[in-house]
């Protein structure tokens, strides 16, 4: 059945901005984390301490975490790679961090220079120093509906990469469709396949929307229950080590296909419109959602 409340974690600031090449300024990252914690998103992604070589667009994550005016019930993680990010992480006063595997042996090459073996270990390490020093950790697993260099992704791995980082102790799971090529029995599938080890409401569905199946495929798995939901204003983002990968599936589509099935969420859409329609003006492009463009003037 569905369920009443989906939490609704924004990732625009983060995984949309790591992948466009228009530069944008830390203020404006400023600016956008704000408007999007004041349309009432409880969860914005705000920074990644990753390795600036590898990312450029994330360089100034330190100094656009100090920079937000912080809200009370908002948090706002940041994703860390190895000991290195914790320690951004912890020197930017940031209470919640999330750390990323793949169920994918190339992707995980690919996106952080390890095996998954070397990645679990490193992430055994950077969990249990972030947890004494009391932060929270989420854990992403890519790749959980195909990859981009190994095609289809077995869920029972996927299942395996998830319960493992779940014994670190990682509060929630979020399982990203890292390039968009999911289709919804597909989908429910593998949440079936990763729920017979890790509670529902410890899942997280993290889809991005380059073949058009991710609304799709998120009513698919929130008729199993899955109550959070990763998502990007105005379709943001991609991957930068998942060759044409587009955005996320768009805060704005999510918020109106939930409202129009009464499931409670806290966005106000408006506010949310406008916070997409903000970046996208920064960017200089239309907003890259359906309700954005419905309601574009
Ligand atoms: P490496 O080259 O193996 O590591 O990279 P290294 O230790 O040899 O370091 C290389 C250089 O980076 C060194 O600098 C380090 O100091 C520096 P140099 O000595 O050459 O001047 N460095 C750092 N600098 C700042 N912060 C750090 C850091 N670490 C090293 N934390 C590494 C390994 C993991 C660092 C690298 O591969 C990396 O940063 N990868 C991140 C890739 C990434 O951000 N991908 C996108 C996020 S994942 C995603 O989007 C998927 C998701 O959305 C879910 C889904 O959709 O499926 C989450
Ligand atoms: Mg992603």
Known sequence: SLPSKVKIVEVGARDGLQNESTPVSVDVKISLIEKLADAGLPVVEAASFVSPKWVPQMAGSVDVFKGIKQKANVNYPGLVPNIRGLESALESGVKEIAVFAAASESFTQKNINCS????????????EKALENDL??????????????????????????????????????????????????????????????????????????????????????????????????????????????????????????????????????????????FISDQLGRKPNSNVGLARYV
């Open 116 to 127: 998954i073996e070397e990645s679990i270990n490193r992430y055994t390490e950077v969990i």
């Open 136 to 277: 929270k950790v989420r854990g992403y697993v890519s790749c959980t509906l195909g990859c981009p260099y190994e095609g289809e992704i077995a869920s029972e791995k996927v299942a395996e990469v998830s319960k493992r980082l779940s014994d670190l102790g990682c509060y929630e799971i979020s399982l990203g469709d890292t390039i968009g090529t999911g289709t919804p029995i597909k989908a429910k599938q593998m949440i079936e396949t990763v729920a017979k080890h890790i509670p529902m409401p410890q899942l997280a569905a993290h889809f991005h929307d380059t073949y058009g199946q991710a609304l799709a495929n998120l009513f698919a798995v929130l008729q199993l229950g899955v109550s959070t939901i990763d998502s990007s204003v105005s379709g943001l983002g991609g991957c930068p080590y998942a060759k044409g990968a587009t955005g996320n599936v768009a805060t704005e589509d999510v918020i109106y296909m939930l409202n129009g099935m009464g499931i409670e969420t806290g966005v106000d859409l408006d506010k949310l419109l406008e916070a997409g329609r």
